[in-house]
T-cell receptor
Framework: NAGVTQTPKFQVLKTGQSMTLQCAQD?????MSWYRQDPGMGLRLIHY???????DQGEVPNGYNVSRSTTEDFPLRLLSAAPSQTSVYFC????????????FGPGTRLTVT | AQSVTQLDSQVPVFEEAPVELRCNYS??????LFWYVQYPNQGLQLLLK??????LVESINGFEAEFNKSQTSFHLRKPSVHISDTAEYFC????????????FGTGTSLTVIP
């Protein structure tokens, strides 16, 4: 049981490039989410999904795209990277029914130059 | 949307001294409350949670937090800290009737001094 996995651990992009951050969980959790963590700002929700085929926006969705084709995977796409997207990105999952404990992945540190 | 306030961004404390990390939230509706801990270069781990029942909740490593509805607070305490408690601590809130979103505070960096 690997929990929540994220790849890559580190990534450097140039402004305007696109990329996909991968997230997978093996706990059969319905709810998955993406956060970004910036100094002095805590964690802010980017997008979340309550099940395959269902996604919704969080607090800071601009510049990011998500899809949920399977229960296990929830990739985050940066369409055209900007320096303001330099951050640490965390994926999290939890079971929906009566469970409020979120399990976090180890994070992806992204730098946009 | 919820607002979660952690007033202390950094808390230095000597080993074996007590510590309190403060958390206040804005909602007047029913909420679930959480404390997460983040060790360097790692993801967040759940430390403890309040869902219902007793307003005092405890973790396995000696931390406790008390839910105070009238003051909309959920402060985290430990009577005697260890070096290994050095980490970033985040308070989080989720509304009972709209539980799809978690709102996190900005975090408190706890440094335990030998």
């Amino acid at each position: 049981n690997a929990g929540v996995t994220q790849t890559p651990k580190f990534q450097v992009l140039k402004t305007g490039q696109s990329m996909t951050l991968q997230c997978a969980q093996d706990m059969n959790h319905e709810y998955m989410s993406w956060y970004r963590q910036d100094p002095g700002m805590g964690l802010r929700l980017i997008h979340y999904s309550v099940g395959a085929g269902i996604t919704d926006q969080g607090e800071v969705p601009n510049g990011y795209n998500v899809s949920r084709s399977t229960t296990e995977d929830f990739p985050l796409r940066l369409l055209s990277a900007a320096p303001s997207q330099t951050s640490v990105y965390f994926c999290a999952s939890r079971g929906t029914l009566g469970s409020y404990e979120q399990y976090f992945g180890p994070g992806t540190r992204l730098t946009v130059t | 949307a919820q607002s979660v306030t952690q007033l202390d961004s950094q808390v230095p404390v000597f080993e074996e001294a007590p510590v309190e990390l403060r958390c206040n939230y804005s909602s007047s509706v029913s909420v679930y409350l959480f404390w997460y801990v983040q060790y360097p270069n790692q993801g967040l781990q759940l430390l403890l949670k309040y869902l219902s029942g007793s307003t005092l909740v405890e973790s396995i490593n000696g931390f406790e937090a008390e839910f105070n509805k009238s003051q909309t607070s959920f402060h985290l305490r430990k009577p005697s800290v260890h070096i290994s408690d050095t980490a970033e601590y985040f308070c989080a809130v989720s509304e009972v009737l709209a539980g799809n979103q978690f709102y996190f505070g900005t975090g408190t960096s706890l440094t335990v001094i030998p």
